[in-house]
């Protein structure tokens, strides 16, 4: 997937065109500020989405969730984290599973994303993606800087007229 900030949404519709089944996993930590993202962007879901989806809150710590994922059998997984990808702050991108298992490790958590992206596409057989968004405060301290909340309402609202 190579996509622009504003391409992300085509992207996204394409590659969520063939689901049956959805997690969306919020990957990030409440006390680092823009890393938070992606729990916010599930919160801000819950709730609002069809049955069909299955929104978990990974924080920081995405490989306890791997069987729950694995269990669900969804046709479709897709990962929203903070990524360091030298970006302005705010920008997003998505990314297939591929690219980031063979890939540097990108966001700001321990865990290589990598990892846990192998293990969720052998077993679960299912199609990933990584919606990353560019921080830009991680240092600690709590709630989004303004231009990452815009992305997060942004993302939010796509995600709804979508699914």
């Not at 190579?2 to 394409?14: P, S």
């Not at 998505?94 to 298992?101: F, G, I, P, Q």
Request: charge should be negative; aromatic fraction near 6%; glycine fraction near 6%.
């Amino acid at each position: 997937m190579n996509n622009t900030e504003f391409g992300f949404e085509e992207e996204l519709k394409n590659w969520f065109s063939s689901a049956k089944s959805v997690v969306i996993a919020g990957i990030g930590n409440d006390i680092r500020r823009d890393d938070f993202i992606g729990v916010k962007i599930v919160q801000d879901l819950q709730g609002k989405v069809p049955a069909n989806v299955h929104l978990i809150e990974c924080e920081t710590v995405p490989e306890s969730f791997m069987d729950e994922i694995v269990e669900l059998k969804p046709s479709h997984v897709l990962l929203v984290d903070a990524a360091i990808l030298g970006l302005n702050p705010g920008d997003i991108r998505l990314y297939d599973a591929e690219k980031v298992v063979n890939g540097p490790s990108i966001t700001t958590h321990m865990l290589p994303l990598r990892v846990f992206c192998d293990y969720i596409t052998q077993m679960a057989q299912t199609k990933l993606a990584l919606l990353l968004v560019e921080p830009k405060d991680t240092d600690f301290g709590e709630g989004l800087t303004e231009e990452v909340a815009q992305s997060a309402g942004r993302i939010v609202d796509f995600l709804l007229k979508i699914l």
